[in-house]
């Protein structure tokens, strides 16, 4: 997480997240602030970028979106979600043509190498729109977008799902004078299910996300029996990874120094959907207890 960066914070803080890319991770990025659309792409402004900048000078202060969705696209990361609340009136020189008072324009998600990946984009108003500046509420600091994505950003459904509900919960806020826009391209329709918050088994369904989907970063699965994979897939609430180490052999009674098992750290960590993996599913013992007595659910 970056606030309000220069543009060389901004890319430190890119260069930190695309080191934790890799095949398989659903990445997650959000920028807002201000956008312009310039030479077939839209550039994220950063600090430094002054007020009247002359679009050929873009590239000096801002960063490209372009760019951001190659550095994911080359990590083979399974699935890319772009959610920019960056539609806001911002003043550009242009000598190349009328000047764009603000907003982003239309792009295309890119192919993934992946079978079952994919991308989606969301912009917080429609293509070369502004946004409004108006708060949601007087007591708060976020406008329409940030406030609607915020309630239903940890809803567990898809990510497509969950992104329309915000869309549809802005039009109406604003009286239907701010449309926000998606865009997405799925290579199956297994990863359109793909969602950012956990989902309860045997509700979603047991097809809702796949195991080679959600496998972590840094994650290694060479040695199905090293307990300290299964207690970061239990901290991490990764039920995917759990399961298929589980399934490989992995003995969910294992513990560690202070006699944790992977159950205790899935309670540490309030990992519902590892908990609950871990229990009904993977038969962990309730009764465990660490080096100091307790068990993991009391």
């Known amino acids: ?6 543009k060389e914070e901004f890319k430190k803080a890119r260069d930190a997240f695309e080191s934790r890319v890799g095949p398989g991770v659903v990445a997650l990025v959000y920028f807002s ?15 430094e970028t002054p007020d009247g900048v002359d679009e050929r000078d873009l590239s000096d202060t801002s ?9 994911i696209r080359s990590r083979q990361a399974a699935f890319a979600a772009l959610i920019l609340d960056a539609c ?3 003043r550009v020189r242009s000598v190349t043509r009328d000047v764009n008072p603000g907003g982003l324009s239309e792009v295309m998600p890119i192919k993934f190498k992946l ?4 991308e989606v984009i969301a912009f917080s108003t429609a293509p070369r729109a502004t946004a409004s500046d108006r ?3 007087d007591n708060e600091r976020n406008g329409f977008y940030t406030h609607f994505l915020l309630k239903h950003l ?25 449309e926000p826009w998606i865009h997405f391209r799925t290579g199956t329709a297994r990863a359109r299910r793909i969602q950012l918050a956990g989902f309860e088994w045997g509700v979603s369904g047991p097809d809702m996300v796949e195991p080679e989907i959600i496998v972590q970063p840094g ?13 970061d897939a239990a901290k991490d609430g990764n039920v995917a990874l759990i399961r298929r180490l589980v399934d490989a052999g992995a003995n969910v009674e294992a513990v560690d120094g202070d006699k944790w098992t992977a159950l205790h750290y899935a309670v540490l960590h309030d990992s519902v959907a590892a908990i609950r993996c871990l229990v009904s599913e993977c038969k962990a013992n309730v009764e465990a207890g660490h080096t100091k007595g307790a068990t993991p659910l009391h």
């Open 1 to 6: 997480m970056s606030l309000d960066p220069t």
């Open 33 to 47: 602030g201000h956008g312009y659309s310039h030479d077939g792409d839209n550039f994220l402004l950063m600090r």
């Open 63 to 71: 960063i490209r979106v372009t760019h951001i969705r190659e550095g």
């Open 88 to 90: 806001r009136s911002v």
């Open 115 to 118: 079978k079952h990946a994919g």
């Open 135 to 137: 708060l949601c509420k």
């Open 154 to 178: 940890a809803a567990e459904k898809p990510v497509i799902d969950m992104l329309e509900a915000v869309q549809h919960d802005v039009m109406r806020e604003s009286g239907w004078d701010q």
């Open 219 to 231: 994650k290694s699965e060479s040695d199905p029996n090293e307990k300290q994979n299964l207690f």
